[in-house]
């Protein structure tokens, strides 16, 4: 029995290996299949492109505002209909040139990968620490947490708040 526990420097170990068996898988699945449609470096439509065209038009002083009518009329139209707190973290990146689809992918990527110890610290709290270090594997590989990284998709940061 006494070889099955795990002590904190274990659990963190273990988890340290999770999170980065989630940053690998991330980075392969955007690298491999990624599903956001381009036009050179403009998305065609949809909540990704909302969310990587305002995030670089917030950093160029546009405020928060919706790309489509801004793109498609030139107009200037104020909005509050995307969560905010998305948009904003990609424009921390955009801020330091990283306004590429690209970057903004690796960007929500990183959210993604930060939910893991996250969710292990839930599991330890919940169950002990096997549970823990079983919760963050469990959470690399799940595609429900890595995928939205490629899709430019505001639930990497939801996944991470609720963790």
């Given at each position: 029995m006494s070889r099955f526990v795990i002590n904190d420097k274990k659990f963190w170990a273990w988890v340290g290996v999770a999170?980065?068996?989630a940053l690998i898988v991330g980075i392969l699945s955007c690298a491999l299949t990624s599903h956001v449609s381009l036009d050179g470096d403009v998305i065609q439509g949809g909540d990704a492109s909302?969310?990587?065209n305002g995030a670089n038009l917030?950093?160029?002083?546009?405020?928060?505002?919706?790309?489509?009518?801004?793109?498609y009329s030139g107009k200037s139209v104020q909005a509050a209909d995307h969560p905010p707190l998305y948009m904003t973290y990609l424009a921390a990146f955009?801020?330091?040139?990283?306004r590429s689809v690209g970057s903004h992918q690796a960007a929500t990527i990183l959210l993604a990968v930060a939910a893991v110890p996250f969710i292990a610290c839930a599991g330890r709290r919940m169950a002990g620490?096997?549970?823990g270090v079983l919760a963050a594997?469990?959470?690399a590989g799940h595609p429900g947490i890595w995928s939205w990284g490629k899709i430019?998709?505001?639930?990497?940061?939801?996944?991470?708040?609720?963790?």
């Open positions: 999170t980065f068996v909302y969310y990587h917030l950093v160029d002083g546009r405020g928060f505002i919706m790309p489509f009518e801004y793109f955009s801020l330091f040139g990283l620490r096997i549970a594997f469990i959470a430019l998709m505001s639930e990497s940061m939801a996944i991470l708040c609720v963790a």
